[in-house]
């Protein structure tokens, strides 16, 4: 039950929020002080301005839990987590790690181990001096993106992101205090962004966020798109943060990493993890990688918010990463053959449009010549069908029209996934 919230003050101009009109969203279940006052002090705009609304295009999914809560079959393609557990390997190095007691507080910046295997690792693949003093370990890739945003801008900023995007950023944004501004990137593009387009709206800014290999188009953004990002930073001052978190999922053409471009490593903060590249989604570690100065900023931060990670998840990070391209490639095999499954089964058909897959596990296919929205092609394909897709409308206006797979199946199940979805888009443009 949710008790009975006083009104929330807001200020002239301010925007209105399913949050901030009245806390009715599942998560909160328990309202602070509900049991002394049967409701709530006023909340800071901060908070309750994150979201439009905590469920915000995550409808479907949701639906789809809730489904598979009462007991039915549902062929889930949503969330970006592997169908296959952490290698036990390091599990193993995890739980030696633990018994031989790093079990306490640990080094905030991160493990010198894992700090200089990060560096290592980033040096080797991009050519870029890079030490320890560059590298912050933070719990996962969320917690780094929303560091490097407080690191560069001040409240009110204008942060610029490219739509369509990983669907938290807005929220972290906001989070972190600035005030986002999507810049679109178009299908006719093969949603690679353009340098005008974000030059458009750079004046003022403070930092530009991209993401490639990207979630959720699987594009990777070409040497051209990256040499005009770049460009444009340096024009107009602005930080790049470059989250590529999906850097080992590489199904075609070369992933590049912008700070590694003329100029860019002083403004260029990069987003890592070990959630997709090592299946290590709940162990929660990623990295920063920046200029010294930001990385010892920011543990000062981590000193008053998170007080770093688990040492003995660091360690068996340190024990992952020292595996090599061998680990990685087996962890990433698995998409890299659905990729090829979903692109022949799609291949024979010409109602969806597959936008064609160079990177990540997703897939990202276009349903406009159904007539349905993403929304409506993924309401009915659940409930009539029981497989769960998230809409393109989740990741950003520019992907409207679309939906995005999740390759996060088994090989079968997937292609009686994608058999069934290409018969369900059929019957709809049929009947249009
Ligand atoms: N960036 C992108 C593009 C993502 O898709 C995700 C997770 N799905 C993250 C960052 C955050 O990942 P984590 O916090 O698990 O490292």
Redesign the pocket.
């Known amino acids: 039950m949710i008790a009975k919230v006083p009104p929330v003050h807001r200020r002239p101009g301010d925007r209105e929020t399913a949050c901030n009109r009245r806390l009715t969203f599942a998560s909160f279940k328990a309202p602070i002080g509900a049991g002394i006052w049967g409701g709530i002090m006023e909340l800071s705009h901060r908070i309750t301005g994150i979201s439009e609304d905590v469920n915000a295009g995550w409808e479907v999914f949701m639906r789809s839990r809730q489904l598979i809560a009462e007991g039915h079959d549902i062929l889930e393609l949503t969330i970006?987590d592997h169908d296959i557990r952490t290698d036990p390997s390091i599990l193993r190095r995890m739980y030696d790690a633990a018994l031989g007691g790093h079990t306490g507080y640990a080094a905030i910046p991160g493990t010198p181990g894992l700090r200089a295997t990060v560096a290592a690792r980033v040096q080797e693949r991009t050519g870029v001096p890079t030490t320890s003093d560059n590298i912050l370990i933070t719990p996962?890739?969320?917690s780094a993106?929303f560091g490097a945003h407080v690191a560069v801008c001040d409240p009110g900023d204008t942060a610029l992101y490219c739509d369509p995007y990983?669907a938290t950023y807005p929220g972290t944004l906001r989070s972190a205090g600035t005030h986002p501004i999507a810049i679109a990137a178009h299908a006719r593009d093969m949603f690679q962004p353009r340098a005008a387009a974000i030059a458009a709206h750079a004046a003022g800014a403070k930092s530009l966020l991209i993401?490639s290999p990207n979630?959720p188009t699987g594009v990777i953004y070409s040497r051209e798109t990256l040499a005009g990002i770049a460009d444009v930073c340096t024009r107009h001052d602005l930080w790049l943060i470059s989250?590529e978190?999906y850097d080992t999922q590489v199904w075609d053409g070369h992933h590049i990493s912008p700070r590694s471009l003329p100029g860019m490593a002083d403004r260029t903060l990069v987003?890592g993890?070990m959630?997709k590249s090592h299946a290590m989604?709940g162990s929660r570690c990623?990295w920063l990688v920046a200029p010294a100065p930001v990385v010892e900023y920011l543990t000062t931060l981590a000193i008053h918010t998170t007080y770093g990670v688990a040492g003995f998840v660091q360690d068996a990070a340190q024990f992952a990463l020292a595996q090599g391209r061998p680990l990685e490639d087996k962890i990433s095999a698995p998409f890299r053959r659905r990729r090829d499954i979903a692109t022949r089964l799609l291949a024979e058909q010409n109602v969806l449009h597959l936008l064609p897959s160079m990177g990540a596990m997703y897939l990202l296919l276009d349903v406009r010549s159904t007539g349905l929205s993403g929304n409506e092609f993924a309401d009915k394909l659940l409930m009539h069908h029981h497989i769960s897709v998230m809409p393109g409308e989740s990741f950003g206006a520019s992907a409207a029209g679309h939906i995005r797979l999740a390759m996060t199946l088994e090989d079968t199940m997937l292609e009686t996934a994608i058999t069934r979805l290409i018969g369900f888009a059929h019957q709809v443009a049929r009947a249009r």
Do not use: M
């Open positions: 970006g996962g890739g969320q993106l990983y993401n979630n989250d978190v987003v993890s959630s989604t990623g």
